[in-house]
């Protein structure tokens, strides 16, 4: 222990003795932590999964939808509304609301994937719906067009999502989202179930395949860095107004103080 | 004498010899300016035109002015292949292709936004100061004019690109001509050449932007600048400086150093913009088509408060004789704008007849000075705050929190309500700040040194202002209010009654101040000890 009692006074053992501690129990906590791996029960059986997401339904959705999902004089029915709905609402985080203000916005899910999923073919058993679609099952990468996307996108979406899918203003506090950062299967789930105030997308006026195209636009959007330097927020011209009035005229101003100021 | 003085001597007297500019240098070069940095806000508009000539020069050898259609097989995947006009096209070249294109654009873009700023602000200095006093009205309504004018260029070149934002701006325009009563729709087919958005509205606008704007824009700005040069600059009051002459220093070499340094240093400032942050990203907008819109459609700045007015318009509409009679674009469009401008340019002639002060003025007045002006210009500004701030309301409402209807019904009642309380606070502190003047001159300031006498009394001590800061807060004018006769002697009321008693109440009203200190009161202080 000559090694230890040789540099024990100097100046960079605490700091060192420290970083070395965070270290090991950094290591120890993370390892310990990965093993509490929940496995997620196989939902092979379908009326159990319709059971489990009934019993959750009841719990956790029916004080507002109705015990039978029949709606109430604050929620809507969701009898008809499909997976993809409960899908997409729950998968987002959306249901359920933390308040009741005019619109549920995106936040951490309550529910984990096999719940959600349970809560999906629940609702789905009480009436036909469309069927939720999962990510890894669109071939957006494959066989979208990014230059067709774009070109729906700007006329189906941009009205509302902004013309870099960045989101909008809606009437009396609603708003459309931005669409960065979306899951493609939510965006195709939004699309096909018109959530909140969006209007349903049927394939009958935007077909599957122009669907994907629609995705990989917006994902080539998301991907894009900013060419033309700092992107000032995608919004449109009113940041450009405003760093003009602001560093722009107050920065010339500062130079020309500093020109007109007399040398002492 | 050096060989090289007597070489410049000899190349200096052979330009002089054919071109006899010496006397008239010799005169101009000793010229003496005042020293403030708020004189130095018509420069950087100035300096602005100068970089938008030079950038946009740049622009004008690969932007193709037609709405021709074509194939986009350019190097920006995300648009390949779509039909789009050959404007944008050509901007898109430009920006993806041409080497510092895109940073020519967005300098260009830039400066424009700066330019309008620039114009802006030193309208506000030039008007809360009273520079606009006789004999420089003229150079007022030049100024207007320039800042009219500024407004339509920038508008045309943010519509030239052709852009979704550009056909949307264009679509509105369209729309505020059509609003002209009778001959609106006429108006509107004789502009876009047919029904919008046609095919020669592009090239048209291109022609007014690079050639005809610039042309009437540079003439306009010669005479304004010849205008400064011979009525003089106008100067702060202080010690020294009076009715009659000018304190600062020469053109040369002073001023030559100054202006030029500045010049280089707000085209620096303009390119580090351009090269930093992105501005009109016309890739991400798309080519324009009529059946697309964007949410969050805006203009550029000094448009926003005339899209604020429009947006907060009531759905008014008449039918009368087979036409119809779109009040909601009409009155925010036209008749606000109207007004306005018109008041705007009126403001000297308006003023010298509330006063009745038609003579000339150099010195400037302090803001303070003259309550009604700065409380009229703050209750103007306020207006178009409110207005400007409701041309983004659907950003500010996403981006705060905060819904479109209240943003929109807090400028529709704040747009009237606002602005004469803004009207009557301002004038208050004016009148509270020359109270404080006041004081300040006869008592001195406040050291905050507490002093007790030998009988045990406490003071503080006020320190006595030097005769020049006295002298400062003093010299201004104070005008006595306007006594115009109502009747004549034997009784008989004044045939211009109405006009009489209005000028009357004006001047009353304009006048209203607290007496500065006079001479008097300083003599009887004795050395402002007591």
């Known amino acids: 222990m000559n090694f230890i009692s040789r540099y024990r006074r100097s100046k960079f053992f605490g700091p060192a003795l420290l970083a070395a501690a965070l270290f090991i129990l950094g290591t120890t906590y993370s390892v310990a932590s990965a093993t509490t791996f929940k496995a997620v029960t196989p939902a092979s059986d379908k009326t159990t999964l319709v059971a489990e997401g009934k019993e959750l339904f009841a719990r956790g959705c029916s004080s507002c939808h109705g015990l039978n999902a029949e709606g109430g004089s604050i929620a809507p029915s969701l009898l008809g509304v499909g997976a993809a709905s409960v899908d997409f609402q729950v998968g987002t985080g959306r249901m359920p609301m933390a308040d009741m203000s005019v619109q549920a916005s995106r936040k951490t899910p309550v529910y984990d994937e096999a719940q959600t999923a349970a809560l999906a073919a629940y609702v789905a058993s009480l009436a036909p719906g469309p069927a939720s679609i999962k990510s890894a099952d669109l071939a957006?990468?494959?066989?979208?067009?990014?230059?067709?996307?774009?070109?729906?996108?700007?006329?189906?979406?941009?009205?509302?999502?902004?013309?870099?899918?960045?989101?909008?203003?809606?009437?009396?506090?609603?708003?459309?989202?931005?669409?960065?950062?979306?899951?493609?299967?939510?965006?195709?789930?939004?699309?096909?179930?018109?959530?909140?105030?969006m209007p349903v997308f049927s394939d009958k006026i935007i077909t599957?395949?122009?669907?994907?195209?629609?995705?990989?636009?917006?994902?080539?959007?998301?991907?894009?860095?900013s060419l033309g330097g700092a992107s000032l927020g995608r919004t449109g011209p009113v940041t450009e107004g405003l760093l003009s009035w602001t560093l722009g005229i107050g920065g010339l101003i500062g130079v020309a103080v500093w020109l007109a100021s007399k040398a002492r | 004498?050096?060989?090289?003085?007597?070489?410049?001597?000899?190349?200096?007297?052979?330009?002089?010899?054919?071109?006899?500019?010496?006397?008239?240098?010799?005169?101009?070069?000793?010229?003496?300016?005042?020293?403030?940095?708020?004189?130095?806000?018509?420069?950087?508009?100035l300096y602005s035109f100068i970089i938008l000539l030079l950038s946009g020069t740049f622009l004008t050898f690969w932007f193709d002015p037609s709405m021709k259609e074509v194939e986009y097989e350019g190097n920006y995947g995300p648009l390949s292949g779509l039909k789009m006009s050959a404007a944008y096209a050509s901007t898109l070249h430009i920006s993806f292709d041409i080497r510092g294109g895109?940073?020519?654009?967005?300098?260009?873009?830039?400066?424009?936004?700066?330019?309008?700023?620039?114009?802006?602000?030193?309208?506000?200095?030039?008007?809360?100061?009273?520079?606009?006093?006789?004999?420089?009205?003229?150079?007022w309504l030049l100024g207007i004019g320039l800042l009219t004018l500024g407004i339509v260029e920038g508008f045309l070149g943010y519509s030239l690109p052709d852009d979704l934002l550009s056909g949307t701006g264009i679509r509105i325009a369209e729309a505020i001509i059509q609003a002209i009563p009778v001959v609106g729709s006429y108006l509107a087919y004789f502009v876009f050449g047919g029904p919008f958005p046609g095919e020669v509205f592009i090239p048209r606008i291109y022609t007014v932007h690079i050639l005809l704007l610039p042309g009437i824009f540079l003439a306009l700005i010669t005479v304004h600048l010849m205008l400064v040069w011979y009525q003089k600059h106008t100067q702060y009051p202080g010690p020294g400086r009076t009715e009659k002459n000018v304190v600062g220093y020469p053109l040369m070499p002073i001023y030559m150093a100054k202006a030029g340094g500045f010049f280089f240093i707000v085209f620096g400032f303009t390119a580090f913009l351009g090269a930093v942050a992105s501005i009109n990203p016309i890739w991400l907008f798309g080519p324009y088509t009529p059946a697309q819109i964007t949410a969050g459609s805006q203009p550029d700045w000094y448009m926003g408060w005339l899209d604020g007015l429009v947006r907060m318009a009531p759905p008014l509409e008449t039918h009368a004789f087979g036409h119809t009679i779109s009040w909601n674009i009409l009155i925010p469009g036209l008749i606000i704008p109207g007004i306005l401008f018109t008041g705007m340019a009126l403001y000297p002639f308006i003023e010298s007849w509330m006063t009745g002060d038609k003579r000339e003025h150099h010195l400037l007045d302090r803001p303070r000075n003259v309550p009604t002006r700065t409380a009229i210009g703050v209750m103007s500004l306020t207006f178009m705050i409110v207005t400007l701030l409701n041309g983004g309301n659907d950003i500010i409402a996403t981006h705060f929190g905060l819904t479109i209807n209240q943003i929109m019904w807090f400028s529709r009642i704040g747009v009237l309500v606002l602005p004469p309380i803004a009207y009557i606070v301002t004038k208050r502190i004016c009148l509270s700040l020359q109270r404080a003047d006041r004081e300040l001159v006869l008592h001195g300031k406040e050291t905050g040194r507490l002093v007790?006498?030998?009988?045990?009394?406490?003071?503080?001590?006020?320190?006595?202002?030097?005769?020049?800061?006295?002298?400062?807060?003093?010299?201004?004018?104070?005008?006595?209010?306007?006594?115009?006769?109502?009747e004549n002697q034997s009784g008989v009321r004044n045939p211009k009654g109405l006009r009489a008693k209005l000028q009357q109440r004006a001047s009353r009203a304009h006048q209203e101040q607290i007496e500065k200190p006079s001479a008097k009161d300083l003599l009887e202080l004795g050395d402002g000890h007591h």
């Not at chain 1, 067709?148 to 989202?177: I, V, W």
């Not at chain 1, 599957?208 to 860095?225: D, G, N, T």
């Not at chain 2, 007297?13 to 004189?39: C, I, Q």
């Not at chain 2, 200095?125 to 520079?131: Q, W």
């Open chain 1, 140 to 197: 957006w990468e494959r066989s979208g067009d990014t230059a067709q996307g774009g070109e729906l996108f700007r006329t189906n979406c941009a009205m509302c999502h902004n013309f870099a899918g960045q989101g909008g203003a809606l009437s009396q506090g609603k708003y459309a989202p931005s669409v960065m950062g979306a899951e493609p299967g939510q965006i195709y789930e939004a699309m096909i179930t018109g959530p909140q105030s």
């Open chain 2, 102 to 139: 895109l940073l020519m654009r967005q300098i260009h873009h830039w400066a424009a936004l700066l330019f309008m700023v620039a114009i802006v602000t030193h309208l506000l200095r030039v008007f809360f100061t009273g520079a606009f006093r006789k004999p420089r009205e003229f150079n």
């Open chain 1, 208 to 225: 599957p395949a122009e669907k994907l195209s629609i995705i990989k636009w917006i994902k080539s959007a998301e991907a894009e860095p």
């Open chain 2, 452 to 486: 007790m006498l030998p009988h045990g009394e406490f003071i503080e001590v006020h320190e006595e202002l030097s005769p020049e800061k006295k002298w400062t807060l003093t010299q201004h004018e104070q005008l006595p209010q306007l006594e115009i006769a109502q």
């Open chain 2, 1 to 45: 004498m050096s060989a090289k003085e007597r070489a410049a001597g000899s190349v200096a007297n052979y330009v002089d010899e054919r071109t006899g500019a010496a006397k008239w240098m010799k005169k101009n070069l000793t010229k003496v300016f005042p020293d403030h940095w708020s004189f130095m806000l018509g420069e950087v508009a």
